[in-house]
T-cell receptor, first 118, second 114 residues
Framework: GAVVSQHPSRVICKSGTSVKIECRSL??????MFWYRQFPKQSLMLMAT?????????EQGVEKDKFLINHASLTLSTLTVTSAHPEDSSFYIC??????????????FGPGTRLLVL | AQSVTQLDSQVPVFEEAPVELRCNYS??????LFWYVQYPNQGLQLLLK??????LVKGINGFEAEFNKSQTSFHLRKPSVHISDTAEYFC????????????FGAGTRLAVHP
């Protein structure tokens, strides 16, 4: 089956630093990847849709200058949390949809990255 | 706009008992419906999805769900649960056209007790 990886799985950083999270589709090409944020015991909130070779589409209320997304290839999207603060601490999950797939196609989810900002 | 309501935040059940996790959706257009499972500190895994055709959908791990258009529901069922089914379950909806992002429900915590 389709596999999506995320790196790192867990990161602790100091307030004010930047953190980069990678999302890779391992055995398929993904024109579209999605970044979600999940607070404890809550559902997933879509932050942005990442499109290979073009600018990401951010959801309302998500600061694009704070959460930088780059989708440089068909198998890799990165999320950089710039100048992280404790309120950015959360579980970040990415997903990928196979190239050419429409909304009916399954989104394959990565295992998530736990970010803790001190 | 679309929305998903999972009616139960927690469902406790004994091992080998049947279970139903409820999901209702709201949409003005045709939808695709999904159930995902999340084990602790992990990403989401697809259980099953409804696209069209037969309203009874069978998924992995013995789960099934039934699409009911008149009641706008997509309840998830399993006839006999195992301890290993303890997890968070999310119902999600997307539309067949336009900006088709997945909208998730709040989740239902299934706790299977021995």
């Amino acid at each position: 089956g389709a596999v999506v990886s995320q790196h790192p799985s867990r990161v602790i950083c100091k307030s004010g630093t930047s953190v980069k999270i990678e999302c890779r589709s391992l055995d398929f090409q993904a024109t579209t990847m999605f970044w979600y944020r999940q607070f404890p015991k809550q559902s997933l909130m879509l932050m942005a849709t990442s499109n290979e070779g073009s600018k990401a589409t951010y959801e309302q209320g998500v600061e694009k200058d704070k959460f930088l997304i780059n989708h440089a290839s068909l198998t890799l999207s990165t999320l950089t949390v710039t100048s992280a603060h404790p309120e950015d601490s959360s579980f970040y999950i990415c997903s990928a949809r196979e190239t050419g797939g429409g909304p009916e196609e399954t989104q394959y989810f990565g295992p998530g990255t736990r970010l803790l900002v001190l | 706009a679309q929305s998903v309501t999972q009616l139960d935040s927690q469902v406790p059940v004994f091992e080998e008992a049947p279970v139903e996790l409820r999901c209702n959706y709201s949409s003005s257009v045709s939808v695709y419906l999904f159930w995902y499972v999340q084990y602790p500190n992990q990403g989401l895994q697809l259980l099953l999805k409804y696209l069209s055709g037969s309203t009874l959908v069978k998924g992995i791990n013995g789960f099934e769900a039934e699409f009911n258009k008149s009641q706008t529901s997509f309840h998830l069922r399993k006839p006999s649960v195992h301890i290993s089914d303890t997890a968070e379950y999310f119902c999600a909806v997307t539309s067949s056209g336009g900006y088709n992002k997945l909208i998730f429900g709040a989740g239902t915590r299934l706790a299977v007790h021995p």
